[in-house]
């Protein structure tokens, strides 16, 4: 069944109008949707009872079930898993804002979106692609997980992180449908600079990107700074090697309003060693970017290992004698599995819908 909620106005009109209904009954639905977050048609209590039967009939307003929720033992972020019409499995973490300067505390509420069901990318250090790719999440897939991230917290959800399961620069029509109604002021009314967009490097997707002409903020997963490296553990750096997204991020930077974040993952023996520190730090200074550490969150049925808490300070000082702006993130919710995937892959999908391996698009 369609979901109503990648339609925007414009579609909304032009729906009802097909349905022989006039244009105000567009917006309406739309304040329905997205003003009063209605979970069924009969809440619509101010369209007409036939006009809510038909639409009940063609279309669902949630497009996933949530099956599972998962809470860190500091009670703050919490992963949950949803289950979409076609029996696929999908994960979100909500993340609640840090404690600032001073003790301040922000009301800030993020959640970290996934793009995709799986991953064809396959990076070394991640879950996602252990189970194969399956397919592209649709725009209201995307948009769901936001509204039951909202019912889950009891609040609103105000910033965005595309940094869950998949790539979301290789779904790149339903990601721009999706930011649209994110943006969308009588919808989710999200602006664009509380919303990230994470890539593995996918230098043609990050061209679309920057057409779109939206001040999005950039993260790129890096995790290596030199081709040697980086292809240990992203193989996409056999399709599109650093000699390829620097220049895409260089013109990224002539376009785009924020500093792009380099996400670096700490990974003892492989990138975690004080002379690719200094490589690394050279990569940001050419790009102007700031850099975020991250000490590897540990998967079942992966061989890397996290570095120690002292080799990871030492990372971070050498970035910052090279005066690069880093920050060290730990991750939140390592004890509820909250990197990508891992839920999803302690509990695959039920019988009969089991996610189906596809050829690594990356391989050259």
Known sequence: MDCLLEYSRDALVELLAGMGHKPFRATQLQEWVWKHRATSFEQMSNLPPALRAELAGRFCLRPLEV?????????????FLSRMQDGHLVESVIIPAAVGQGGAHSSRLTLCVSSQVGCAFGCRFCASGLLGFTRNLTASEILGQILAAEQI????VDNLVFMGMGEPLANMDNLLAALTIIMDQQSLNIGARHITISTSGNV???????????????AVSLHGASDEVRSQVMPVNRKWPLGEL??????????????????YILIQDVNAMLPE??????????????VNLI?????????????????????CRALMAEKVPVTMRYEKGHDINAACGQLRLRRTAQPGVAPTRVPKIMEK
Do not use: Q
């Not at 043609?204 to 903020?217: H, M, S």
């Open 67 to 79: 099956v599972e929720v998962s809470e860190s033992s500091t009670g703050s972020t919490r992963k």
């Open 295 to 315: 000490p590897y969150n540990t998967v079942d049925g992966l061989p890397w290992v996290r570095p120690s808490e002292a080799d990871c300070k030492a990372f």
């Open 204 to 218: 043609p997707g990050l061209r679309r990107l920057a057409e779109f002409g939206r001040p999005l903020r950039l």
């Open 153 to 156: 917290a009891g609040e609103r």
């Open 246 to 263: 620097i220049p895409a991020l260089r013109e990224w930077n002539r376009t785009g309003k924020h500093m792009i974040t380099l996400e």
């Open 277 to 290: 520190a200094r490589k690394l730090a050279r990569i940001a200074r050419e790009l102007n970017a700031k």
